[in-house]
């Protein structure tokens, strides 16, 4: 079934002390105020944090999520963390192929691939990022953009396996930009996206996957976005590291 989520893409912010506060703050909003329960809330905070948020949200209806992975399955790359230590330590969700790895670490869509690969071997859910940039849209080729993003990243997998995947379409021109999609750009996008998942599985496919809007979304424009058929939620930055905003953000879908 089509899942409704919002992430927080925490980024490389906060100490552990912040880290602990931001956890313990959207956890007391959810006590105060409630969680709707059709919205599955992840929270992606730096690794080295994880266990503290897979800690801090046991027997809780949030989950915790890694940034990245490791393409490797273990033994000696000095400073990365596998699909397997991150499943070791309950977490259900990673984003991958996100623009800033893509463009500071020179991550390659076949890495991507091997990165969605080690997740989906340890049951982990792979947040996979798509989108493109402004030049690229300026000359009319974002679909093409986002086309071969997919098809490299994610259609080597078998239906079955692809059933676990969330899409995120996050614009690179929106991304801490301030500067959010509109919402028909959105949609446009989102019904594009699920159309290349009907024509490389079936329909069923297609209509139960979950596509994430990301980019500059925040607690003023989350409800226009969300109230797109072929939006499902969002991956949040910025406006994920303020409780109050983001849970604002998680209770949009029922503005
Ligand atoms: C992101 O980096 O995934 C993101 C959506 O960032 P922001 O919300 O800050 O644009």
């Known amino acids: 079934m089509r899942k409704r989520i919002v992430a927080g893409n925490w980024k490389m912010n906060n100490n552990f002390e912040e880290a602990d506060d931001l956890i313990a703050g959207i956890l007391d909003d959810i006590e105060k105020a409630g969680k709707p329960d059709d ?4 929270l992606c905070p730096p690794s080295l944090y994880l266990e503290l948020a897979t800690d801090m949200l046991l027997d809780l209806p949030v989950s915790a999520g890694a940034q990245n992975v490791s393409q490797f399955e273990g033994g000696a790359y000095t400073g ?60 009319g080729n974002h679909f093409k953009v986002v086309q071969e993003q997919l098809s490299k990243g994610l259609f080597h ?9 969330v899409i995120a379409y996050e614009p690179v021109w929106a991304i801490g930009t301030g500067v959010t999609a509109t ?14 998942v009907r024509d490389q599985y079936d329909d069923l496919t297609g ?40 849970m604002s953000i998680v209770r949009s879908f029922h503005n």
């Not at 997998?157 to 676990?164: C, I, P, S």
């Not at 028909?184 to 996206?193: N, V």
């Not at 925040?218 to 983001?246: C, Q, R, T």
């Open 80 to 139: 990365e963390i596998s699909a397997q230590m991150l499943a070791s330590m309950d977490v259900e969700y990673c984003i991958t192929g996100h623009s800033e790895r893509r463009k500071y670490f020179n991550e390659t869509d076949e890495q991507i691939a091997q990165k969605v690969n080690s997740l989906l071997s340890e049951s982990i859910t792979p947040i996979f990022c798509c989108g493109e940039q402004l030049h690229e849209r300026e000359v």
């Open 157 to 165: 997998l078998r239906k079955e396996v692809f059933k676990k995947i």
């Open 39 to 42: 919205i599955q809330v992840v």
């Open 183 to 196: 919402s028909g750009q959105a949609q446009e996008m989102h019904a594009y996206l699920r159309g290349l």
């Open 207 to 246: 209509d139960e996957t979950t596509i994430l809007y990301g980019g500059s979304c925040n607690s003023k424009n989350a409800a226009d976005l969300f109230a797109n058929p072929d939006v499902d939620g969002g991956l949040i930055g910025g406006a994920s590291l303020k409780p109050g905003e983001f």
